[in-house]
């Protein structure tokens, strides 16, 4: 799958014209709870050559693709990328955190990292993960048989909305990581649904235990409680340093 992705982005920088600066793991894979048959979620930021931004009216910002079986193919555009990140939606934040990188290019990554701490808005996180809590709650966790995968996906968006709360930083992509916030009754647990997820089909069902779901339900109304008291970012040189990297990409993307 490695060198079908390289392969499918190389493909692309010819096809349309662009160029990849970086291709990462976004889903379960990343987040470290993969199924044996869970799917690739590929997401990637390229650039067109400076021409393209010259004109009156922007062109298409994304690059999306019909899902295999396998392999789930997406990428943004420059702009948009950097401009989603100083609005500090959770993707781009995720994205650059992942620990599996396909490809990179011009230390896409590295030059952006350390802005992301600066660039993050505690409010708009946690809204974004609360958001995904209720999701769980309201429509995906309300049989007493819920999706393993489904599950997964709350209970991670749960520990980064705790994160958040508690810690007034960049929660961590990977669920190990962010399980350190785990109440202590519910690691055991926890670590048993992980073993199970990793050997079990993507559909795979189970009960959801009264205990996870008060500790949703918990992060859930705790999160509401404090959203509007976090304090907003204040360092608004990271916009302009976001504004300085983008020309300087382009220019390093494609050198006259």
């Known amino acids: 799958m490695n060198n079908r992705i ?9 096809t349309h014209g662009i160029r990849v600066l970086y291709a990462c793991e976004s889903g379960s894979r990343a987040w470290g ?5 869970s799917d690739f979620d590929v997401r990637f930021i390229y650039c067109h050559p400076a021409a393209w931004y ?24 420059l702009r948009k990328a950097l401009r989603l990140l100083r609005a500090s939606n959770a993707a781009p934040f995720e994205w650059l955190q992942s620990p599996v990188v396909y490809h990179q290019a011009l230390d896409f990554a590295p030059r952006l990292r350390p802005l992301l701490p600066r660039a993050f808005n505690l409010r708009a996180g946690l809204h974004h993960y609360l958001g995904l809590v209720r ?3 309201e429509t995906d966790l309300t049989a007493e048989s819920v999706r393993l995968k489904r599950l997964f996906y709350a209970l991670r968006s749960a520990l980064a909305a705790h994160w958040i709360r508690l810690r007034q930083s960049v929660p961590p992509m990977d669920f190990g990581s962010l399980a350190a916030v785990l109440p202590a009754e519910l690691r055991a647990e926890v670590q048993l649904l992980l073993a199970q997820k990793a050997q079990a089909v993507d559909k795979a069902t189970v009960a959801l235990t009264p205990g996870l779901r008060a500790f949703l339900e918990q992060e859930y109304a705790a999160g509401q409680a404090v959203r509007t008291a976090l304090p907003v970012p204040t360092d608004f040189a990271v916009a302009a340093e976001l504004n300085a990297l983008f020309p300087a990409l382009l220019a390093a993307a494609f050198p006259q």
């Open 54 to 77: 010259l004109t009156l009216d922007d062109g298409p910002d994304t690059l999306n693709f019909p899902v295999d079986e396998l392999l789930d193919l997406g990428g943004w555009e």
């Open 6 to 14: 390289r392969a499918a982005l190389t493909g692309l920088e010819a």
């Open 135 to 137: 999701r769980g709650l």
């Open 33 to 37: 709870f993969p199924s044996p048959d």
